[in-house]
């Protein structure tokens, strides 16, 4: 294993993570909301927006981030393509579910 191999599996697997401990307190209702869509929003709004549905979100989609890194920290690690293909079915379930939230949240 190389150099670079080593620094690139520690730098995915700190930012796994630090996914995974964001992903646990936005589970939990706590933190700082991490959501482009309510960081737009002003001050009267976002005191009136639904904050668990944007939890919820924020959850499901820096849960779907951390799996992509850990995920991709064992293919670094085994170079074995069985972790890269569900780290691409992560990132994929993330970039459905973030485009059908956007989906859903235009048309209210």
């Known amino acids: 294993m ?4 080593i620094a690139l599996a520690c730098a995915t697997g700190a930012l796994a993570l630090l996914g995974g401990v964001y ?3 936005a ?6 909301i991490l959501s482009n869509t309510y960081r737009w929003k002003g001050k009267a ?3 009136r927006a639904d ?3 944007e939890y919820r979100l924020v959850a499901v989609i820096f849960g779907g981030l951390t799996a992509f890194f850990a995920l991709e920290t064992v293919h670094i690690l085994t170079l074995s393509k069985i972790p890269f293909l ?5 990132l994929g379930f ?5 485009v059908a939230d956007a989906v859903k949240s235009g048309k209210k």
């Open 94 to 98: 993330d970039m459905v579910y973030a």
């Open 45 to 47: 709004e976002r005191r």
């Open 23 to 25: 992903t646990a307190f």
């Open 86 to 90: 569900l780290a691409l079915c992560a």
């Open 27 to 32: 589970a939990r209702g706590r933190g700082p």
């Open 2 to 5: 190389t150099h670079w191999q």
């Open 51 to 53: 904050k668990r549905a």
